[in-house]
């Protein structure tokens, strides 16, 4: 049965007609507009498990508090996700994008001002609402940019921005945190100032790209969108998968005795595996559109990513964790907003994409406080880990069960 559906639409997909190739304008857009995705996550969220051991160190935290930071983060994420589709409906697309982005940015700058435990936990929160209004608004007007087509290459560009974030991040950082953990401070700084320049570049862009009436999804009714449960659920379970992978990956390499050069060598493949996943699963992408084979397979591809370091952490079993991870990972939210704008009108897409963001921003928020807590009682990552790659395993195969159920032609343009 599942065999017979990719073939219908393959031959559905061969049918109709090839759209041109993307202009340079469509690639320069979409790549701009995913400085907001390299903030929002490369530089904001996965930047913290290079800077994770260098802290607890210094502020002398258990692996739970050092988990709570990233939970503080994503709780903030899961706020931003409940108010982002009503935020946009009275600011519009655009507006929100770069203002939280701005904003993102003083919180990263903000970071490196202060060692108060209390402190950091709120400025975390707070990053993380800005965090979300800044990748949903940019997946939106990326969604928007891709209208006419070529809608796996837009969107991969645009997340995979995230990549570009951790390969700036890696550039260094983990020489610098092993010379002198107390320099930890500097790179937040470094990172905020990086996203005021990325502001001054990505608003133009983002005032640019033709929206519907921002008042629109406000208007029309939006219902839940049961037809895409099996996509919905997987994506919650991912968020629970991913995030402990990307807290304490470093930590679980570190207490491994893996090099400081490893380690660097493990990030930047890492950020040049998400950027290059743009164009690796872009063919998958356009095809499966609302169907869920392709999430299910980049799912898996995540799963066996996360669970190759407890096999083995020689080099090579480090490198290759870092690819099949990074070369996947952000491609699996590439893969639900695709099945979001494949099969809602055009007025849902916001709230759609915010719903997927929300059950995973549910998911991310559980997860790195529950590694951290079984980290610490283990003495070992070993059981996180396990947990991570099993929620992934499920979250592939629940992704098999998503049909694709496309919105009516006249409210949505392919």
């Known amino acids: 049965m599942f065999l017979g559906q990719v073939w219908v639409n393959r031959l559905a997909v061969m049918t109709k007609p090839v759209p041109a190739s993307p202009s340079r304008e469509l690639i320069v857009q979409a790549l701009i507009l995913s400085l907001g995705a390299a903030v929002a996550l490369g530089f904001s969220r996965f930047s913290y498990a290079l800077l994770l051991p260098a802290m607890r160190t210094t502020l002398d935290w258990s692996y739970a508090e050092a988990g709570s930071l990233n939970t503080a983060n994503a709780l903030g994420y899961l706020i931003g996700t409940l108010t982002t589709a009503r935020l946009v409906a009275r600011v519009g697309i655009g507006q929100c994008f770069w203002v939280a982005l701005l904003l993102t940015g003083a919180g990263l700058f903000a970071t490196g001002l202060t060692e108060n435990f209390v402190a950091l936990l709120s400025i975390r929160l707070l990053t993380g609402i800005t965090c979300a209004y800044t990748f949903i608004s940019g997946a939106t007007l990326a969604s928007h940019l891709a209208k006419d087509g070529h809608g796996g290459l837009v969107l991969g560009l645009y997340f995979g921005g995230v990549g570009t974030g951790i390969f700036l991040a890696g550039l260094g950082l983990p020489q610098v945190m092993e010379y002198d953990a107390g320099l930890w401070p500097y790179p937040w700084l470094a990172m905020g100032i990086l996203t005021f320049i990325a502001v001054f570049v990505a608003r133009p862009v983002a005032l640019k790209v033709p929206t519907d009436n921002p008042h629109a999804a406000k208007a029309a009714p939006w219902r839940f969108p049961t037809q895409l449960l099996p996509s919905l659920t997987a994506y919650a379970l991912f968020g629970l998968g991913y995030i402990s992978y990307m807290t304490f990956i470093i930590a679980y390499l570190r207490s491994g005795a893996v090099s400081t050069w490893a380690i660097t060598a493990f990030w930047l493949l890492l950020g040049v595996s998400v950027f290059a996943s ?137």
């Open 278 to 414: 743009a164009f690796v699963w872009q063919g998958l992408l356009d095809k499966a559109k609302a169907a869920g084979y392709a999430l299910a397979s980049v799912l898996a591809v995540v799963a066996l990513g996360t669970a190759l370091p407890l096999v083995s952490t020689s080099l090579v079993a480090v490198l290759i964790s870092g690819v099949l991870f990074g070369g996947a990972f952000l491609t699996v939210v590439s893969a639900v907003t695709n099945i979001a704008r494949c099969a809602l009108p055009t007025h849902a897409w916001a709230g759609g994409i915010a719903l997927f963001t929300l059950l995973f921003s549910i998911g991310q928020t559980i997860g790195p406080m529950v590694a951290g807590v079984l980290a610490d009682r283990s003495n070992s990552f070993t059981s996180g880990f396990a947990l991570s790659a099993s929620c992934l395993a499920i979250a592939a195969a629940l992704a098999l069960m998503q049909k694709a159920q496309d919105a009516p032609q006249s409210e949505i343009v392919r």
